[in-house]
């Protein structure tokens, strides 16, 4: 089964940008849809990007889309979310998951392996 492991998190201030990775390990990675979610304090979990197993499609929720992009490097093992013009208050973690369908509804609860996540902190 595969494992994965998140980077990249740090210290932002409201109109940064800031690169995650995601690293996976064991399994075939080819054989996995990406997601990433945020978890702010006192909030659920949050859907905010996926990519199907190949990578030639990608999906962005609405309440990050042009902010937001998502991609992957099937050889890197790596999938990573590029967060651009950070809005105040973005403190959180952010997770990395993996599930075996191309595309799932993006819930929580539909992706089957998760990484322990990063922390980013807003210091605006």
């Known amino acids: 089964q595969v494992q994965l492991a998140e980077s990249g998190g740090g210290t932002v201030q409201a109109g940064d940008s800031l690169r995650l990775s995601c690293v996976a390990s064991?399994?075939?990675?080819?054989?996995?849809?990406v997601g990433w979610f945020r978890q702010t304090p006192g909030k659920e979990r949050e859907f905010l990007a996926h990519?199907?197993?190949?990578?030639?499609?990608?999906y962005v929720a609405e309440s990050v889309y042009g902010r937001f992009s998502i991609s992957r490097d099937n050889a890197r093992h790596t999938v990573w979310l590029l967060m651009n013009n950070l809005p105040p208050g973005n403190t959180g973690v952010y997770y990395c998951?993996?599930?075996?369908?191309?595309?799932?509804?993006?819930?929580?609860?539909?992706?089957?392996?998760w990484g322990r996540g990063t922390q980013v902190t807003d210091s605006s």
């Open positions: 990519v199907w197993r190949s990578g030639s499609s990608t």
């Open positions: 998951a993996a599930t075996d369908r191309d595309w799932t509804a993006p819930m929580v609860n539909e992706y089957d392996y």
């Open positions: 064991g399994g075939t990675f080819t054989q996995y849809a």
